[in-house]
């Protein structure tokens, strides 16, 4: 299965949200940059994250994105869900209809065997998305990541955020 590359950026981007304190904020365009990535394409990424309430969007100047959530409610399920949408990655175009023999649908009344082992698979593999919090993945990059990779991302944070406004 190929996930797409915004997968993969939106689970970079929550993480390094992550690491915010309450009410803090980055910029897309600052997210954007750290991943080398184009801040059109990733702001599409970020603004389904906000659709599906992973982040938060706070317009204005001193704007940029958060969670919306804590990290530990947050599952990489979630993430690819709102990247991908909730289609399942295999979908069976019933092809075996399509050869030169045509038969009645009566031919074709138990589900196809590809397709209900596919989804078998599936159902699998989303279970153990949903079981692998955002929260674990930071937790663990803090203790088995290079230290230097580790102080480069509180760098970037550090540098990037941007303090809650006082109301």
């Known amino acids: 299965m190929?996930?797409?590359?915004?997968?993969?950026?939106?689970?970079?981007?929550?993480?390094?949200?992550?690491?915010?304190?309450?009410?803090?904020?980055?910029?897309?365009?600052?997210?954007?940059?750290?991943?080398?990535?184009?801040?059109?394409?990733?702001?599409?990424?970020?603004?389904?994250?906000?659709?599906?309430g992973i982040l938060e969007s706070v317009p204005g100047p001193a704007g940029g994105y958060r969670l919306a959530r804590a990290a530990d409610r947050i599952s990489l399920l979630d993430i690819v869900v709102a990247v991908e949408g909730p289609?399942?990655?295999?979908?069976?175009?019933?092809?075996?209809?399509?050869?030169?023999v045509k038969l009645p649908d009566a031919a074709y009344v138990k589900p196809c065997g590809i397709n209900v082992a596919m989804l078998r698979a599936e159902k699998a593999w989303r279970t153990a998305l949903a079981a692998e919090k955002l929260s674990t993945i930071v937790a663990d990059f803090g203790k088995?990541?290079?230290?230097?990779?580790?102080?480069?991302?509180?760098?970037?944070?550090?540098?990037?955020?941007?303090?809650?406004?006082?109301?």
């Open 87 to 100: 289609q399942p990655a295999f979908r069976c175009g019933e092809i075996r209809r399509n050869g030169p």
């Open 144 to 167: 088995d990541a290079d230290p230097r990779s580790v102080a480069a991302a509180c760098a970037f944070v550090a540098q990037h955020r941007r303090p809650q406004k006082p109301v």
């Open 2 to 52: 190929k996930l797409s590359e915004g997968v993969e950026a939106a689970i970079h981007c929550a993480a390094t949200l992550a690491g915010l304190e309450d009410g803090a904020t980055i910029p897309g365009s600052a997210l954007a940059a750290q991943f080398g990535l184009s801040p059109s394409y990733l702001l599409k990424h970020l603004q389904a994250l906000a659709g599906a």
